[in-house]
C-alpha cells in the first residue's frame, strides 16, 4: 500500500465515523514515533486536528487506521488527566469494534485503486 492509498482509506473511513470535522492527517510512522506500536494518533479533542501514524510494515493497516480513529470518537469521554494513560479495556474494546465494522463492510482490507 502507498501513501496516496492510506490517505483514500482515510476518507472512506472519515466519512463512515462521520468525523467531517477533524483535520485529520495520516503518514507512515518510523520505529521512533511509533514507540514500538502499530499505530499512533496524536490529537487534540479541543483543536480537532489528529496526525496518525501507521506502521507500513503493519498486518493490517486498515484495522490499525479504523483503530486510531475510533480514538477520536471513544476517548472524549475520559479524564483530560487520563488521556494519556494506557486503558487495556478501552484498547480492547476499539480493537474489536475496528475488526466487526471493517468485517461489516465486507472485506478483510480495503480495495483501494490509485
Not at 501513501?3 to 495520516?26: A, G, S
Not at 501514524?53 to 490499525?64: H, S
Not at 486503558?87 to 461489516?104: F, G, Q
Amino acid at each position: 500500500m502507498n501513501i496516496r492509498q492510506l490517505r483514500k482509506l482515510l476518507e472512506f473511513w472519515v466519512e463512515i465515523l462521520n468525523l467531517p470535522e477533524w483535520k485529520i492527517e495520516v503518514k507512515w510512522g518510523t520505529k521512533k514515533n511509533l514507540e514500538e506500536c502499530v499505530g499512533r494518533n496524536y490529537f487534540s479533542i479541543e483543536e480537532l486536528d489528529s496526525l496518525i501514524l501507521i506502521d507500513k510494515n503493519g498486518d493490517d493497516i486498515e484495522g490499525t487506521l479504523v483503530h486510531e480513529l475510533l480514538h477520536l470518537v471513544l476517548d472524549g469521554h475520559r479524564d483530560v488527566d487520563l488521556t494519556n494513560k494506557y486503558d487495556p479495556m478501552l484498547e480492547r474494546a476499539i480493537n474489536r469494534t475496528a475488526a466487526a465494522m471493517i468485517k461489516l463492510v465486507g472485506r478483510s482490507t480495503f480495495e483501494v485503486t490509485n
